[in-house]
């Protein structure tokens, strides 16, 4: 079964109307991390959940947000979507481990912007 | 920032034929975490790495933490059509905790019958 899950796996947005896509997971991580891929490119981290702090990475577009209101629950807000933004958008989650924090992955949300 | 060079981009093989990639870095890395990657899925985690030195197998797929933890291999054996794919290297710098993953731009493998 499935422990990191986005819905939906498809989603299509015009230009400038805002959007959100959901993760939820059963593994009661501490961390949620948001990623962006684009065609042929490595995932991209955005910004990350550990715990209820928000972590943005610092080439974060200001148009990407993040809400996580409980431990089980993320969610990626495009406020004014562009064309640019399509994408394949991946969420993660990790147990916060000094020695051993692997990240898994849902099968990702892919955004398509017209 | 932390950038890994990972090689090579894509590689045809014939089904039956063994498989090499690898990932370099220019700074160290406390654990290396191999993914593959099917169309349209998210990454799936393959094997992970956390000692320099070490080896570790998972079926068909075996992969070495580098020494001087700047670098690491994945080798598949006797490839099959499914092995069809993205194969990431993906590193987290001392001291792991929360931090995001730094991805290699990842191994095209293509198997032709």
């Known amino acids: 079964d499935a422990m990191v899950i986005q819905n939906p796996r498809y989603q299509v947005t015009q230009f400038g109307k805002p959007v959100t896509l959901s993760c939820s997971q059963t593994l009661n991580h501490n961390v949620m991390y948001w990623y962006q891929q684009k065609s042929s490119q490595a995932p991209k981290l955005l910004f990350h959940y550990y715990d209820k702090d928000f972590n943005n990475e610092a080439d974060t577009p200001d148009n990407f947000q993040s809400r996580r209101p409980n431990t089980s629950f993320c969610f990626l807000d495009i406020r004014s979507p562009g064309l640019g933004d399509a994408a394949m958008y991946l969420c993660?989650?990790?147990?916060?481990?000094?020695?051993?924090?692997?990240?898994?992955f849902g099968a990702g949300t892919r955004l398509s912007v017209l | 920032g932390q950038q890994l060079n990972q090689s090579p981009q894509s590689m045809f093989i014939q089904e039956g034929e063994d498989v090499s990639m690898n990932c370099t870095s220019s700074s160290i890395f406390n654990t290396w975490l191999w993914y593959k990657q099917e169309p349209g899925e998210g990454p799936v985690l393959l094997i992970a790495?956390?000692?320099?030195?070490e080896l570790t197998s998972n079926g068909r797929l075996t992969a070495q933490f580098g020494i001087t933890r700047k670098d690491s291999f994945l080798n598949i054996s006797a490839s099959i059509p499914s092995d069809v794919g993205i194969y990431f290297c993906?590193?987290?710098?001392?001291?792991?905790?929360?931090?995001?993953?730094?991805f290699g731009k990842g191994t095209h493998l293509i198997i032709q019958p």
């Open positions: 790495l956390y000692k320099a030195g």
């Open positions: 993906a590193g987290l710098p001392s001291g792991g905790g929360a931090d995001g993953l730094t």
């Open positions: 993660a989650t990790s147990r916060d481990s000094r020695a051993k924090n692997i990240q898994y």
